[in-house]
């Protein structure tokens, strides 16, 4: 299986390259008042305007100071969104019975545990089987208006 590996500060990430729409770096973000601080704002890409949130600051909950940002585009079901990664490491072939289906995550990755399909070693390295599309059963991070703002 074909994915991509990000970084997240210290975690290292794989994504299926199928499920990747595009990787994109130095676009323009458009802040939107009233959200929560991982929602870093809307992008607009070739006709398309999309939201763009910071993993990071989802799973820590504090806002990151990295000015520089990749962002993997996805679309599932037509959803359209971004999601801000510290680093782009490349793409690799991993083979999918090397993937740990049952693993122990690290308490920081709470927040995300149900959008992991396992964890793999690759270079020494663990390495987290990441599925965007399963963000959407995360209610909180579906509402990301923060009425305290």
Not at 92 to 114: A, F, H, M, V, W
Request: glycine letters at 6%.
């Amino acid at each position: 299986m074909k994915v991509i590996r990000f970084k997240l500060s210290q975690w290292d990430f794989i994504t299926p390259i199928n499920e990747i729409q595009e990787i994109v770096q130095g676009l323009t973000l458009y802040r939107l008042p009233l959200t929560k601080p991982w929602l870093l704002g809307a992008c607009h890409l070739r006709g398309n305007i999309f939201p763009v949130t910071d993993l990071l600051t989802f799973i820590t909950l504090k806002k990151r100071i990295e000015m520089k940002q990749h962002l993997l585009l996805f679309n599932q079901n037509d959803w359209l969104f971004g999601l801000a990664v510290s680093d782009i490491k490349g793409m690799i072939d991993i083979e999918i019975n090397d993937i740990n289906q049952t693993p122990d995550y690290p308490k920081e990755l709470t927040r995300l545990s149900g959008c992991f399909g396992g964890i793999t070693l690759y270079e020494n390295e663990s390495h987290y089987l990441f599925h965007p599309e399963k963000l959407i059963n995360i209610p909180e991070f579906m509402l990301s208006f923060d009425a305290n703002a």
